[in-house]
């Protein structure tokens, strides 16, 4: 078995200029390309076609279509990285239906919180069918149960079914296309119900535009289908523009990270995205000398989405595997949202990460990004790092607004505003969500916050994360960052957040898990968190040990700082240690005593 080829020898490409998904692949399947999915120790398994995915989503369809739904009913979909659901999620679409992607349940807690999360968004999607592999079909049946109006089954049970009545009636370009839920890092996730025109748009801008397709391009992903950078920048725009991509599941990459970097190594894959805690991740993971086994020559494109991009795990990675033949320059920081279909920003190709130092008093009392010179500034408390996202996608706008809902000037940081024919119209069957984000003026707060420089964007957070403490804006991620370098705390997972307190005062709290097993040794480390955040911000807090899994993450692998502060204040967090009053611990540790002074 072979993977499928890069190029075709007969196919003209065409990036994404169609007006429907079902065109797309229509197109495709007349060349060689498609999709390659492959086991977790790294052996291809599956090679699935482009024409042969039409025709088993065309099989799909004329089942899903032969139950009597009503055109425009919602399927749900549980996402796993399998061409099962690629062949029903197109296979709704030219049954005339609107898949309901799902998340799995890495991250999203125990069975019965990942069950009420399926459950509610089941509820508020409508969905009229369900459909998930054998493995999870107990899953999806205990949530949808007196919730899902017609059949939940797997994809042999649907398969199964007589096609009698069945024809394909597939979506017009006036139609809606599928519902993504947002990752919910802030709130309950809610669900966009994107149209044929907004993915068809920002998959020609992200084809076109962003990354500058070639036919000689090809990806590897192991981002979940659920995500909209996974379904959209790895499923959809690849199909819609006849490129191969090459599939591990996010469960396999998690397990061994490296396993990404072979399959762009053998297949010598162009095009690769991932967050930041992804490259960290590769990093960690390699020994001495393992890096030089593979060869990233091939790489030109290696994108950061999803999550705040960190610029010194970026430069490690790129040290790091020097020896592999990478190339920084192929570092590609973008900016997109769900609500925006997928992307917004991207800047231009071969610049690598470009990193602005801004003075970190101004950055924090008076809310603006004026420039510094890295060098001059002694302590890491004196500069602030961000990178830039780049500029938006051809026929989309961005603008940083003030409280007032006014435009900022340039290096004036807001909330971060986009406009475009790739943005939602709302939130489905949400008014009251909507209307948060949806301003009269047809523009929507993101809820994001950042700036502008000379029509690039930086991003410097979420609105809602963002810690107020005696009048100066502090951003949870340059605590957290802080915390996560300390030896004995678990990667990737600290979480920063603030408390009312009385008198209009607010109390700000580090939660970290660790293994450390030793009340001495956990109480040190609590020292070490306390004199690291004073260092670096200039701030007490109060720190909070709990064991490994204790955190909650989004469906998209983000800490949700809301649902960790909520655990906290509730009293669900099981801390390993006895707080201890802040002079108590200052006494017993000179650092203290001589930050706080």
């Given at each position: 078995?072979?993977?499928?080829?890069?190029?075709?020898?007969?196919?003209?490409q065409?990036?994404?200029?169609?007006?429907?998904?079902?065109?797309?692949?229509?197109?495709?399947?007349?060349?060689?390309?498609?999709?390659?999915?492959?086991?977790?120790?790294?052996?291809?398994?599956?090679?699935?076609?482009?024409?042969?995915?039409?025709?088993r989503?065309?099989?799909?369809?004329?089942?899903?279509?032969?139950?009597?739904?009503?055109?425009?009913?919602?399927?749900?979909?549980?996402?796993?990285?399998?061409?099962?659901?690629?062949?029903?999620?197109?296979?709704?679409?030219?049954?005339g239906?609107?898949?309901?992607?799902?998340?799995l349940?890495?991250?999203?807690?125990?069975?019965?919180?990942?069950?009420?999360?399926?459950?509610?968004?089941?509820?508020a999607a409508?969905?009229s069918?369900?459909?998930?592999?054998?493995?999870?079909?107990?899953?999806?049946?205990?949530?949808g149960?007196?919730?899902?109006?017609?059949?939940?089954?797997?994809?042999?049970?649907?398969?199964?079914?007589?096609?009698?009545?069945?024809?394909?009636?597939?979506?017009?370009?006036?139609?809606?296309?599928?519902?993504?839920?947002?990752?919910?890092?802030?709130?309950?996730?809610?669900?966009?119900?994107?149209?044929?025109?907004?993915?068809?748009?920002?998959?020609?801008?992200?084809?076109?535009?962003?990354?500058?397709?070639?036919?000689e391009?090809?990806?590897?992903?192991?981002?979940?289908?659920?995500?909209?950078?996974?379904?959209?920048?790895?499923?959809?725009?690849p199909?819609?523009?006849q490129?191969?991509?090459?599939?591990?599941a996010?469960?396999?990459?998690?397990?061994?990270?490296?396993?990404?970097?072979?399959?762009?190594?053998?297949?010598?894959?162009?095009?690769?995205?991932s967050?930041?805690?992804?490259?960290?991740?590769?990093?960690?993971?390699v020994?001495?000398?393992?890096?030089?086994?593979?060869?990233?020559?091939?790489w030109?494109?290696?994108?950061?989405?999803?999550?705040?991009?960190?610029?010194?795990?970026?430069?490690?990675?790129?040290?790091?595997?020097?020896?592999?033949?990478?190339?920084?320059?192929?570092?590609?920081?973008?900016?997109?949202?769900?609500?925006?279909?997928?992307?917004?920003?991207?800047?231009?190709?071969?610049?690598?990460?470009?990193?602005?130092?801004?003075?970190?008093?101004a950055?924090?009392?008076?809310?603006?990004?004026?420039?510094?010179?890295?060098?001059?500034n002694?302590?890491?408390?004196?500069?602030r790092?961000?990178?830039?996202?780049?500029?938006?996608?051809?026929?989309?706008?961005?603008?940083?607004?003030?409280?007032?809902?006014?435009?900022?000037?340039d290096?004036?940081?807001?909330?971060?505003?986009?406009?475009?024919?790739?943005?939602?119209?709302?939130?489905?069957?949400?008014?009251?969500?909507?209307?948060?984000?949806?301003?009269?003026?047809?523009?929507?707060?993101?809820?994001?916050?950042?700036?502008?420089?000379?029509?690039?964007?930086?991003?410097?957070?979420?609105?809602?994360?963002?810690?107020?403490?005696?009048?100066?804006?502090?951003?949870?991620?340059?605590?957290?960052?802080?915390?996560?370098?300390l030896?004995?705390?678990?990667?990737?997972?600290?979480?920063?957040?603030?408390?009312?307190?009385?008198?209009?005062?607010?109390?700000?709290?580090?939660?970290?898990?660790?293994?450390?097993?030793?009340?001495?040794?956990?109480?040190?480390?609590?020292?070490?968190i306390?004199?690291?955040?004073?260092?670096?911000?200039?701030?007490?807090?109060?720190?909070?040990?709990?064991?490994?899994?204790?955190?909650?993450?989004?469906?998209?692998?983000?800490?949700?700082?809301?649902?960790?502060?909520?655990?906290?204040?509730?009293?669900?967090?099981?801390?390993?240690?006895?707080?201890?009053?802040?002079?108590?611990?200052?006494?017993?540790?000179?650092?203290?005593?001589?930050?706080?002074?």
């Amino acid at each position: 078995m072979n993977p499928t080829p890069t190029s075709h020898s007969s196919l003209a490409q065409r990036l994404g200029d169609f007006e429907t998904l079902t065109e797309g692949l229509d197109y495709a399947a007349r060349g060689t390309t498609g999709c390659n999915f492959y086991a977790p120790r790294g052996h291809l398994e599956t090679v699935l076609g482009y024409a042969e995915l039409q025709a088993r989503s065309h099989e799909a369809a004329l089942r899903l279509s032969a139950l009597g739904l009503e055109r425009g009913a919602r399927v749900a979909l549980l996402a796993e990285t399998k061409p099962d659901f690629m062949a029903f999620f197109y296979g709704c679409q030219y049954a005339g239906l609107v898949p309901v992607p799902l998340p799995l349940s890495i991250n999203l807690g125990g069975h019965e919180a990942y069950v009420q999360r399926l459950r509610a968004m089941l509820t508020a999607a409508k969905v009229s069918a369900a459909v998930a592999s054998d493995e999870l079909i107990a899953l999806l049946r205990e949530a949808g149960t007196g919730v899902v109006a017609g059949m939940i089954g797997t994809p042999e049970e649907f398969l199964a079914l007589g096609t009698r009545g069945g024809e394909l009636r597939p979506l017009t370009k006036d139609e809606p296309c599928y519902m993504q839920y947002s990752s919910g890092s802030t709130s309950l996730p809610r669900g966009v119900l994107v149209t044929q025109r907004a993915i068809t748009n920002n998959a020609r801008g992200i084809a076109r535009d962003g990354l500058k397709l070639v036919p000689e391009d090809r990806a590897t992903s192991w981002l979940p289908l659920y995500h909209d950078m996974g379904l959209v920048g790895f499923c959809i725009a690849p199909m819609m523009s006849q490129v191969s991509i090459d599939y591990i599941a996010t469960s396999s990459f998690a397990r061994r990270p490296l396993l990404w970097l072979k399959l762009i190594s053998e297949a010598e894959s162009t095009i690769a995205f991932s967050p930041t805690f992804g490259y960290e991740l590769c990093v960690r993971r390699v020994t001495n000398g393992q890096a030089s086994q593979y060869d990233l020559e091939s790489w030109r494109i290696a994108g950061i989405g999803g999550e705040m991009v960190r610029p010194e795990v970026l430069q490690a990675f790129s040290d790091c595997f020097a020896p592999s033949g990478f190339d920084g320059k192929a570092f590609l920081p973008s900016y997109g949202l769900a609500e925006a279909t997928l992307a917004v920003t991207f800047p231009g190709l071969g610049s690598g990460v470009r990193v602005d130092h801004i003075d970190r008093a101004a950055y924090e009392s008076q809310a603006e990004a004026i420039p510094a010179e890295p060098k001059t500034n002694g302590s890491a408390y004196k500069a602030r790092a961000f990178v830039f996202c780049g500029s938006a996608l051809p026929g989309h706008e961005v603008e940083v607004r003030g409280p007032c809902g006014q435009a900022l000037p340039d290096r004036k940081i807001g909330r971060i505003c986009v406009r475009g024919p790739s943005v939602m119209q709302g939130y489905y069957a949400n008014p009251e969500a909507s209307e948060g984000v949806m301003l009269a003026d047809g523009w929507m707060d993101t809820g994001d916050l950042g700036y502008l420089v000379e029509g690039e964007l930086v991003i410097t957070g979420r609105s809602k994360d963002l810690i107020i403490c005696n009048g100066r804006n502090i951003w949870p991620q340059d605590l957290e960052w802080t915390v996560e370098k300390l030896p004995g705390i678990r990667p990737g997972c600290v979480a920063a957040f603030s408390v009312d307190l009385a008198q209009d005062s607010e109390k700000v709290v580090v939660i970290a898990e660790t293994r450390l097993s030793e009340e001495q040794e956990q109480q040190l480390l609590v020292q070490d968190i306390l004199f690291n955040i004073r260092r670096t911000a200039g701030v007490d807090c109060q720190a909070i040990l709990v064991p490994p899994r204790s955190l909650t993450f989004t469906s998209s692998g983000k800490l949700s700082r809301a649902a960790v502060r909520e655990d906290f204040l509730s009293g669900a967090l099981r801390p390993l240690t006895e707080e201890l009053p802040i002079a108590e611990l200052a006494a017993s540790d000179p650092r203290l005593m001589a930050a706080a002074n």
